[in-house]
């Protein structure tokens, strides 16, 4: 009886892989038979798409000031356009085979027939080597493939390793770090880092060719031990694992959170690049939420590149005094501190809403209209505050919003007034809301420097740090020494010749925003 039985399976099994086999065989003659008379209009398309693709980069500025693996855009692009259906052409002759008709029924019509066609009275050239030339040119392409991914790799592994080693050597200085009796009297300090570090995807490198993005995040790693929670912008990761090596190295210094603002393909227009935003934390990331911006200038590259607003709900430690509230609007405070006059409990005001953005670009001689542009940004702006009314309705803890807004606040680079265009972001962002909230925002940098906006990026102020303390328990210190300034990364004076000939020795085009924030505390009883 098992004999038996086991024979049946062994037909039902023969009979399956038979089907199975058929139906290979039938898809493969199918789609030979359809593909052997459509292969020239599928290159065709392809083709189209592809030139039409090029045409529409092309027609971007930011992408034609550009340089690609160390090429001027405008010169590589059109170069590109023509060696396309060059390309393509010859790798659908050369691996095409001789299973169709169609490819020597369309050269036949071109001028390539006394070359290409193997029906001219004297044999065409290249169809003597087509059967080699089809295995040398698949191989070689495999072979290519293999060899890429492989550097790759082993370039990111590269990369990781050599962040990790920097961070391990810099781990000494975090023991730095202030006397109990200053945290017991002042606040635990949070110390809050908000750069542009201008680390743009592989091959784009602005005007100046390549801008040593690896070098640069090298020498800023030893500068990041001092802070507790790190907003960057451009900090791109697609096509490059420099913003996980970057994570990997700052586990070191304790920053075991990290959230960053992700690309997104699957929408219109589809997001090929992500947001560039990435926040770092010492403290617990409970929740973390982002968005990306509907309003954008679709004629510029952001329209590919998935800016928005990203948000990280962060921890703060749970002990407070419990004298607090009679203390709270005492003179220890120095008399321009921003901090909330109304006090919640614990329950209510229990963690730090930090927000992170990257804006629409555009605010500079060759992106016109302005005006076009500013009302863009100040769109996003709304959407922004609708968003952050959201994540915080629960919660009554304080907001830090911080980012690259390419909103200048100064009237010009001689006159540093509130600009037509800082008083416009400002009205925006305190709007109420339709659920009848609103922000309190008080701009950290320009009222620690006296209402005057410093310069943060060629001539203008667009780098911001706005904080909302509503009832929590976080005092921002307005005349504490260096405790919201600005700050110019360099290169250190050894490396200048050795990797940075040139006479520009800062690490971002942007100028670093810090703070340093205090949150009241008790330490427990043991």
């Known amino acids: 009886m098992?004999?038996?039985?086991?024979?049946?399976?062994?037909?039902?099994?023969?009979?399956?892989?038979?089907?199975?086999?058929?139906a290979i065989d039938s898809t493969h003659a199918l789609w030979q038979k359809w593909f052997a008379h459509r292969q020239w209009w599928l290159l065709l398309a392809v083709c189209g798409v592809s030139e039409a693709l090029f045409a529409m980069f092309y027609s971007i500025q930011q992408v034609r000031k550009a340089t690609l693996l160390g090429v001027s855009v405008r010169k590589l692009f059109p170069s590109l356009m023509i060696a396309l259906p060059v390309i393509l052409l010859g790798c659908s002759y050369f691996i095409g085979g001789d299973s169709?008709?169609?490819?020597?029924?369309?050269?036949?019509?071109?001028?390539?027939?006394?070359?290409?066609?193997?029906?001219?009275?004297?044999?065409?050239?290249?169809?003597?080597?087509?059967?080699?030339?089809?295995?040398?040119?698949?191989?070689?392409?495999?072979?290519?493939?293999f060899l890429g991914a492989l550097l790759a790799a082993s370039n990111w592994h590269r990369r990781t390793r050599e962040y990790v080693e920097i961070a391990r050597q810099n781990v000494p200085r975090l023991f730095a770090e202030s006397e109990i009796g200053d945290v017991c009297r002042r606040g635990l300090p949070v110390r809050v880092l908000s750069y542009n570090v201008c680390v743009r995807p592989p091959g784009v490198s602005g005007s100046n060719g390549d801008d040593l993005k690896d070098e640069r995040l090298k020498l800023l790693l030893p500068e990041l031990t001092q802070f507790d929670i790190i907003c960057f912008q451009e900090l791109f990761d697609?096509?490059?694992?420099?913003?996980?090596?970057?994570?990997?190295?700052?586990?070191?210094?304790?920053?075991?959170?990290?959230?960053?603002?992700?690309?997104?393909?699957?929408?219109?227009?589809?997001?090929?690049?992500?947001?560039?935003?990435?926040?770092?934390?010492?403290?617990?990331?409970?929740?973390?939420?982002?968005?990306?911006?509907?309003?954008?200038?679709?004629?510029?590259?952001?329209?590919?590149?998935?800016?928005?607003?990203?948000?990280?709900?962060?921890?703060?430690?749970?002990?407070?005094?419990?004298?607090?509230?009679?203390?709270?609007?005492?003179?220890?405070?120095?008399?321009?501190?921003?901090?909330?006059?109304?006090?919640?409990?614990?329950?209510?005001?229990?963690?730090?809403?930090?927000?992170?953005?990257?804006?629409?670009?555009?605010?500079?001689?060759?992106?016109?209209?302005?005006?076009?542009?500013?009302?863009?940004?100040?769109?996003?702006?709304?959407?922004?505050?609708?968003?952050?009314?959201?994540?915080?309705?629960?919660?009554?803890?304080?907001?830090?919003?911080?980012?690259?807004?390419?909103?200048?606040?100064?009237?010009?680079?001689?006159?540093?007034?509130?600009?037509?265009?800082?008083?416009?972001l400002m009205d925006r962002l305190g709007r109420t809301a339709q659920n009848g909230t609103a922000l309190r925002v008080c701009d950290l940098l320009s009222h620690a420097h006296g209402g005057i906006h410093p310069i943060t990026d060629d001539g203008k102020c667009i780098d911001y740090l706005l904080f909302d303390p509503r009832h929590g328990a976080m005092v921002a210190y307005g005349d504490e020494d260096n405790a919201v300034r600005i700050y110019r990364y360099t290169v250190p004076q050894a490396a200048r010749t050795r990797i940075f000939p040139e006479q520009d020795y800062s690490l971002s085009d942007h100028s670093a925003v810090l703070a340093m924030l205090r949150v009241p505390i008790s330490l427990p009883s043991i």
């Open 2 to 22: 098992e004999t038996e039985h086991s024979r049946y399976e062994t037909r039902i099994c023969l009979a399956l892989g038979l089907a199975v086999s058929r």
């Open 100 to 145: 169709g008709d169609s490819s020597s029924t369309l050269l036949e019509t071109g001028a390539s027939y006394l070359l290409l066609t193997e029906h001219s009275p004297r044999r065409g050239a290249l169809c003597l080597f087509r059967g080699k030339a089809s295995t040398f040119f698949v191989f070689t392409g495999l072979s290519l493939v």
């Open 238 to 424: 697609s096509y490059s694992n420099r913003r996980a090596a970057l994570g990997a190295a700052l586990e070191h210094y304790g920053m075991r959170y990290h959230v960053y603002l992700p690309r997104r393909v699957l929408r219109l227009p589809p997001k090929f690049v992500d947001g560039g935003v990435s926040i770092f934390s010492r403290f617990p990331i409970v929740e973390w939420d982002y968005i990306h911006y509907e309003h954008v200038v679709y004629h510029t590259i952001d329209a590919l590149v998935g800016k928005g607003v990203l948000y990280a709900r962060i921890e703060l430690p749970p002990y407070w005094p419990q004298n607090l509230r009679p203390k709270w609007n005492a003179s220890s405070f120095p008399n321009n501190a921003v901090y909330t006059r109304e006090l919640e409990n614990q329950g209510r005001a229990r963690y730090l809403h930090v927000f992170s953005t990257h804006m629409q670009a555009g605010d500079r001689p060759g992106y016109e209209p302005e005006e076009y542009h500013a009302e863009v940004r100040f769109c996003q702006a709304e959407e922004m505050r609708d968003f952050i009314l959201r994540k915080v309705a629960d919660d009554e803890g304080p907001i830090l919003i911080t980012g690259d807004f390419n909103i200048n606040a100064r009237v010009s680079p001689d006159d540093p007034r509130e600009s037509k265009w800082y008083r416009e």
